[in-house]
């Protein structure tokens, strides 16, 4: 099977016959190639939405609402079908899959208030017989590129807004598991979304560079690892575009003494093996104060060698495979330095073999004691289920270490004091942070970000913000002189009168 874009309304092969394989990770066979598409394909596509742009922005906001809820109730209805594609080609369990789907699902149902969210403001006679009043306008063809880790939720973090607002959208996803933006541009399609608003140009850097470069793309959501992201801020700014570029992650979540110990070690393993480790907010770094250290490290260690790992289409699985064999060997490769430089490995997963899928892209889930900062399993994105404990002495030091660390994407604390809660969310140079909850992604009508090397530009993503980076804002002043006696005119700066 050839996946091919989805540009104008349709499924289309373009030009480019370069092409890339799509794996199954838990049984580790080839089950597509994708197209690549060249500079000729993406100039074709932005051709195509540009055109789509004209008539789109001009749909008034009622036209573009039916076509929100309309949308929203076919990705409800196809929830299942997108789960399984990403379960397919990512390989996560096809409930966390349901989950990725669900807070996608959100984003729409906020876009779909769109007409209250694009409400300006007016003021009346700022001056004699003259009134002020904003809107904002969409900025035109916009395109997103995503990672592999959420084909379904990250896309959708930025395209209904977009296009609510009245821009084409054209996305970039990642070549690893293409699979499920086809389905979204067909639903879009059946929702009633004019052809070519939506677009689909799979690729890898060279589509990417096309796309950085061309004039036609007024503004990049990026998400993805930290040196792409500052590479697309870097070269997408520099062509004059707007650009947020959100990147990697160290997620750190402290553990205090006072903290119930198992239910932190229970959210604990979820975070940091759920998905395989593979999400930007999982927890890969527990920080245990003082005379949690051993506490912790014993619960988390018995949960983790207990957890069910294998194809994320049998439900009985918590954890499936990681995405491909280079990754699976990073990360096996990863686990063997921290143990080289010291680190005691509590749990081993390296050797795990799933019965009935011996060529899958398994890991098991790993627990490293004793990490330190200088250690590469703690200096590096491991994207793997591979949680490092670090051990300190006082809050006081945790919040120094998260500091410290260039990352500042999500982090958490497990505690029963509202004084070291209070003094951990006002202290950390974090975007997102969660009290008691391990994974504090914020909802929908709120916006997404992290600080630091985990976010290159100025606007987070969906909610509030995401309406503002996808429009740009007119203000009118405004006098009807024929109504009464034309006012003088002055040749000193104006001033209300
Ligand atoms: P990645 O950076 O390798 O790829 C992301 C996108 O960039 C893909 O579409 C890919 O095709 C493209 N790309 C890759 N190399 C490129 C290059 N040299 N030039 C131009 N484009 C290029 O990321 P990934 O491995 O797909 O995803 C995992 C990473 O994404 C992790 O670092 C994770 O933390 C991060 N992530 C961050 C967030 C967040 O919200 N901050 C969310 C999800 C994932």
Redesign the pocket.
Known sequence: MTIEHWIGGKATAASSTRTAPVFNPASGTRRAEVLLASKADVDMALDTAKQAFDSWSQASLSQRVKVLFAFRELVNSHASDLAGLVTDEHGKVLSDAAGEVQRGLEVVEFACGIPHLLKGDYSDQVSTDVDIFSFREPLGVVAG??????PVM?PMWMHPIAIACGNSFLL?????DPSASMLVAELWQRAGLPDGVFNVVHG??EA??ALLDSPDVAAVSF????P?AR?IHERASASGKRVQA????KNHAIVLPDADIDFAASHLVAAAFGSAGER?MAISAAVAVGAAGDAVVEAISAKATTLKVGSGRDAANEMGPVVTRAAKDRIVGLITSGQAQGATLAVDGRGLVVDGFEDGFFVGPTVLDRVSADMDVYRE?I?GPVLSVLRVDTVDDAIALINANPYG?GTAIFTSSGDAARRFQRGVKVGMIGINVPIPVPMAYYS?G?WKD??FGDKHVHGPEGVSFYTRAKVVTSRWPERHHAAQASYHFPTAT
């Not at 970039?172 to 690893?176: A, D, F, G, I, L």
């Open positions: 590129i995503t990672p592999f880790n959420f990250v970039k996803p990642s070549e690893r890898d850097k990417v560079d998400v993805g690892s930290t792409i590479y959100l990147g990697g992650a930007c994105e994207f994407n997404f992290g985990s976010l």
